[in-house]
């Protein structure tokens, strides 16, 4: 049986969703960062449809292909995605390079960090050089951080959001940025940084306000120019691993949280978009924490993660928190399972998650290399066919939506 008829459009469809009321069926997302396909499984997922595009990565590091709009189209994808640039004076270009006797791809960022690829193994980049390993407290307070509010970073962008927003009836998404947190051990290195939370909190303090400061910069700009336009902004950093979280949650409080919740507060008051944070990871303890500093929605909900359980998040957060993602066991079963079982896991998940709305459906985190075609369109095609709600009028939503 053909799934009821769509009533909203998809940017209705999101806002509903996120002001925890039922749309006419489940938002639908692919296509950021963190919610993003490899560049080998969309490769995979083009040969398996029979169609022929270039490929272009939007994301280097993770190796993220942008998805064309007849793939979207095809996955009723309900979000479409607009991204600030680097400065203007930025090059960012990928160089070859040759250390142990190997082959790499590297990239150095505007923060001076080098990730790098290997050319034998070429699926992501990781850090190869922390420009911050061995400085001092000095060293931080003098250390060049790019110019957050440089005008190159922004060029186009408005015309960009209007053209989406004038043109189309999809919701508006901004790419990740706000990454307080995770920026300071990029720089430093994690285990260098870890041992800071103990033996030099002051340190750790001291990288924190440059990295926020950067941020309020960038916002002040980003906002200046789209903040009446996006619909979500998306910012975080990972706090949790497989297990729970990966420092001791009293350092969190006193030292990273002040600085997330006045960039929260700061976004907050200079636009209505929801705001989406990201973390991995068994996050459970810290979702009280992340509500206090203002975000809308969590992502990427990880399921198979200590104390993630969807029930349990949706009765006790469900009425306060958007989940965006937590559709499957990415780790277990959309790579290995058959593609019936993956539309099972989904319809069971929906099942959970739909109720009161409150849920924007994606994988948790991107789809990695490897994953079948066949896992992939089962994933979607069932968030589609399982996702809608019962029958009901939507006039009402979409009227309040458009006013």
């Given at each position: 049986?053909?799934p009821?008829?769509?009533?909203?459009?998809?940017?209705?469809?999101?806002?509903?969703?996120?002001?925890?009321?039922?749309?006419?069926?489940?938002?639908?997302?692919?296509?950021?960062?963190?919610?993003?396909?490899?560049?080998?499984?969309?490769?995979?997922?083009?040969e398996?449809?029979?169609?022929?595009?270039?490929?272009?990565?939007?994301?280097?590091?993770?190796?993220?292909?942008?998805?064309?709009?007849?793939?979207?189209?095809?996955?009723h994808?309900?979000?479409?995605?607009?991204?600030?640039?680097?400065?203007?004076?930025?090059?960012?270009?990928?160089?070859?390079?040759?250390?142990?006797?190997?082959?790499?791809?590297?990239?150095?960022?505007?923060?001076?960090?080098?990730?790098?690829?290997?050319?034998?193994?070429?699926?992501?980049?990781?850090?190869?050089?922390?420009?911050?390993?061995d400085?001092?407290?000095?060293?931080?307070?003098?250390?060049?951080?790019?110019?957050?509010?440089?005008?190159?970073?922004?060029?186009?962008?408005?015309?960009?959001?209007?053209?989406?927003?004038?043109?189309?009836?999809?919701a508006?998404?901004?790419?990740?940025?706000?990454?307080?947190?995770?920026?300071?051990?990029?720089?430093?290195?994690?285990?260098?940084?870890?041992?800071?939370?103990?033996?030099?909190?002051?340190?750790?303090a001291?990288?924190?306000?440059?990295?926020?400061?950067?941020?309020?910069?960038?916002?002040?700009?980003?906002?200046?120019?789209?903040g009446?336009?996006?619909?979500?902004?998306?910012?975080?950093?990972?706090?949790?691993?497989?297990r729970?979280?990966?420092?001791?949650?009293a350092?969190?409080?006193?030292?990273?949280?002040?600085?997330?919740?006045?960039?929260?507060?700061?976004?907050?008051?200079?636009?209505?978009?929801?705001?989406?944070?990201?973390t991995?990871?068994?996050?459970?303890?810290?979702?009280?924490?992340?509500?206090?500093?203002?975000?809308?929605?969590?992502?990427?909900?990880?399921?198979?993660?200590?104390?993630?359980?969807?029930?349990?998040?949706?009765?006790?957060?469900?009425?306060?928190?958007?989940?965006?993602?937590?559709?499957?066991?990415?780790?277990?079963?959309?790579?290995?399972?058959?593609?019936?079982?993956v539309?099972?896991?989904?319809?069971?998940?929906?099942?959970?998650?739909?109720?009161?709305?409150?849920?924007?459906?994606?994988?948790?985190?991107?789809?990695?290399?490897?994953?079948?075609?066949?896992?992939?369109?089962?994933?979607?095609?069932?968030a589609?066919?399982?996702?809608?709600?019962?029958?009901?009028?939507?006039a009402a939503?979409?009227?309040?939506?458009?006013?």
């Open positions: 049986m053909a009821p008829s769509e009533t909203l459009t998809s940017r209705e469809r999101l806002l509903t969703a996120l002001a925890h009321r039922e749309p006419d069926r489940v938002p639908i997302d692919l296509g950021g960062n963190q919610t993003g396909i490899h560049r080998l499984a969309y490769a995979a997922l083009l398996h449809l029979g169609w022929q595009e270039p490929i272009e990565i939007m994301d280097a590091v993770q190796q993220l292909a942008r998805p064309s709009e007849a793939v979207l189209e095809r996955l994808v309900d979000t479409r995605y607009i991204h600030a640039g680097a400065a203007a004076d930025f090059r960012g270009d990928i160089v070859p390079a040759h250390r142990d006797g190997r082959k790499w791809h590297d990239l150095v960022d505007e923060f001076g960090v080098r990730w790098s690829m290997p050319d034998d193994a070429p699926l992501y980049m990781d850090i190869t050089h922390h420009p911050l390993a400085a001092s407290l000095d060293d931080v307070r003098a250390y060049p951080f790019p110019c957050g509010d440089d005008p190159g970073r922004f060029a186009g962008l408005r015309e960009r959001a209007l053209q989406i927003r004038r043109d189309t009836p999809y508006l998404v901004g790419g990740i940025c706000g990454v307080v947190y995770e920026i300071c051990w990029y720089l430093r290195g994690l285990e260098r940084w870890f041992l800071d939370m103990v033996e030099q909190p002051e340190f750790c001291a990288l924190l306000d440059r990295t926020l400061e950067f941020w309020l910069d960038w916002f002040d700009a980003y906002l200046r120019e789209v009446d336009l996006v619909d979500v902004i998306m910012i975080g950093d990972d706090l949790a691993g497989q729970g979280p990966l420092f001791q949650p350092f969190y409080r006193a030292v990273v949280q002040p600085r997330q919740k006045r960039l929260v507060q700061f976004i907050r008051a200079r636009t209505s978009a929801r705001i989406w944070y990201h991995c990871g068994g996050c459970r303890l810290y979702i009280p924490d992340l509500l206090d500093n203002g975000i809308d929605a969590l992502n990427p909900v990880q399921i198979s993660a200590a104390d993630m359980d969807p029930q349990a998040l949706k009765s006790e957060f469900g009425a306060r928190l958007t989940f965006w993602g937590g559709a499957i066991d990415a780790q277990h079963v959309l790579p290995h399972a058959d593609a019936a079982t539309r099972q896991h989904v319809r069971r998940h929906l099942e959970i998650w739909k109720p009161g709305g409150g849920y924007v459906f994606n994988n948790v985190h991107n789809i990695q290399a490897g994953i079948p075609a066949e896992n992939i369109l089962a994933l979607y095609d069932a589609y066919e399982f996702g809608f709600y019962a029958a009901r009028d939507t939503a979409s009227t309040t939506l458009n006013a």
